[in-house]
T-cell receptor, first 113, second 116 residues
Framework: ELKVEQNPLFLSMQEGKNYTIYCNYS?????LYWYRQDPGKSLESLFV?????AVKQEGRLMASLDTKARLSTLHITAAVHDLSATYFCAVDMTLRSQGNLIFGKGTKLSVKP | GAVVSQHPSWVICKSGTSVKIECRSLDFQATTMFWYRQFPKQSLMLMAT?????????EQGVEKDKFLINHASLTLSTLTVTSAHPEDSSFYICSARITSGIYEQYFGPGTRLTVT
């Protein structure tokens, strides 16, 4: 059974600080996704990581994937209040990426002034 | 970009009644759509995979007779919650998968269901 574990589950940061969210998964996967969810809203796609060593950056967020370690990271640089949200990683564990995503429990990020 | 809509965005219904939620891909065709449920402060749980023109595939523990899924066209899937109970109150999110490129899923805005 595929398991996807995120940590930490809660993260309170000060503005300007850096931090990393970790996503471990338990079996081989085709691809890994990072999403952002604001309260009462649906998911916003942040990154799709397709291969070992993939690194993507958008603004203050950078995601990476190590398929050998079955680990993805979401690094936050110089956090700002607007980044406060819940971040989910999700793993597609099906052959040929049929789309059955397994989500981590999410990391609730709170950025304080 | 690919847009997925859901209707209604929120609904309140009485116990014992049925509610239908629509999921549409607005600017692309989706042979596969997915239905997720999210309880407060929890993650998303896949309920079922909806394939156009065939029966949905339900995840373990999801009652297929209670959560009826129909995918009658390449742009529309519906989820009907039958004989709703308060424990069915949740946030229901659909997604649609583009069948080209990297086969990414695009998520709808969600439907908040409250059963009184």
């Amino acid at each position: 059974e595929l398991k996807v574990e995120q940590n930490p589950l809660f993260l309170s940061m000060q503005e300007g600080k850096n931090y990393t969210i970790y996503c471990n998964y338990s079996t081989t996967s085709d691809r890994l996704y990072w999403y952002r969810q604001d309260p009462g809203k649906s998911l916003e796609s942040l990154f799709v990581l397709l291969s070992n060593g993939a690194v993507k950056q958008e603004g203050r967020l950078m995601a990476s994937l190590d398929t050998k370690a079955r680990l993805s990271t979401l690094h936050i640089t110089a956090a700002v209040h607007d980044l406060s949200a819940t971040y989910f990683c999700a793993v597609d564990m099906t052959l040929r990426s049929q789309g059955n995503l397994i989500f981590g429990k999410g990391t609730k990020l709170s950025v304080k002034p | 970009g690919a847009v997925v809509s859901q209707h209604p965005s929120w609904v309140i219904c009485k116990s014992g009644t049925s509610v239908k939620i629509e999921c549409r891909s607005l600017d692309f065709q989706a042979t596969t759509m997915f239905w997720y449920r999210q309880f407060p402060k929890q993650s998303l749980m896949l309920m079922a995979t909806s394939n156009e023109g065939s029966k949905a595939t339900y995840e373990q523990g999801v009652e297929k007779d209670k959560f009826l899924i129909n995918h009658a066209s390449l742009t529309l899937s519906t989820l009907t919650v039958t004989s709703a109970h308060p424990e069915d109150s949740s946030f229901y999110i659909c997604s649609a998968r583009i069948t080209s490129g990297i086969y990414e899923q695009y998520f709808g805005p969600g439907t908040r269901l409250t059963v009184t």
